[in-house]
C-alpha cells in the first residue's frame, strides 16, 4: 500500500509496523508531525500545557543569561525583534502607515499564538501567504486572510495572521 505524506505530499510506502503512519520519514516530515503533535496536545490537555510551562520557567530560571547571550550573537535577531517592536507600538499610538489589525507580528513568539487575536468572522476566505519569512514556531507562517463573502464591514475584510497547522 502507497501512501502520501502528510507534509510534503510526496508518495511513500509506510512501515508494517505502523499501519496508520501519516508522514514519511524524511527530516522534516518528522519535524512537521511533530509540531503538529504538539500543537494539538497543547490545545487539548491542560496537563501537558501546564507541564510545559513549568518546564519552560524551570529552564529560564536556570539559564538566566541565555536570551542576554543569544540577542548578543545574533545580531539579526536583535535587529529584527527592534523593528518589530517600534511597528507594535507605532500601531498603538496610531501613527505607523499600516495601523489596520494586522497580528503577525505581535504573536510571533507566542505558544498559543491565536489566543491573543480578535476572532474571525464566519464567511469564505482566501488564504494567502504574505512572507518567506519563518515565525519563531516551526509549524506557522504568516498569511493573509480576505473576505470572499461577508457581512463585514470593509475595515473587518483584510487581516494579517500568523497561521499553526
Do not use: I
Not at 457581512?151 to 473587518?156: K, R, V
Amino acid at each position: 500500500m502507497v501512501r502520501h505524506c502528510g507534509a510534503c505530499g510526496r508518495r511513500f510506502r509506510p512501515d508494517r509496523r505502523v499501519p496508520t503512519q501519516c508522514y514519511c520519514g524524511a527530516k522534516d516530515c518528522r519535524r512537521v508531525r511533530r509540531a503538529r503533535w504538539e500543537r494539538r496536545k497543547r490545545l487539548t490537555d491542560e496537563d501537558y500545557r501546564s507541564n510545559q510551562a513549568a518546564a519552560r520557567q524551570r529552564w529560564n530560571k536556570k539559564h538566566p543569561e541565555y536570551w542576554r547571550e543569544y540577542r548578543r550573537t545574533h545580531p539579526q535577531y536583535r535587529e529584527r525583534e527592534r523593528l518589530l517592536r517600534r511597528q507594535r507600538r507605532a500601531r498603538v499610538a496610531g501613527d505607523h502607515p499600516t495601523a489596520e489589525v494586522t497580528n503577525a507580528d505581535t504573536c510571533a513568539a507566542k505558544m498559543d499564538s491565536l489566543g491573543a487575536q480578535v476572532p474571525v468572522v464566519q464567511g469564505v476566505y482566501r488564504l494567502t501567504r504574505v512572507c518567506g519569512g519563518r515565525a519563531a514556531k516551526m509549524d506557522s507562517m504568516f498569511v493573509q486572510l480576505t473576505v470572499m463573502k461577508s457581512d463585514t464591514t470593509p475595515q473587518e475584510r483584510t487581516r494579517t495572521c500568523v497561521a499553526t497547522g
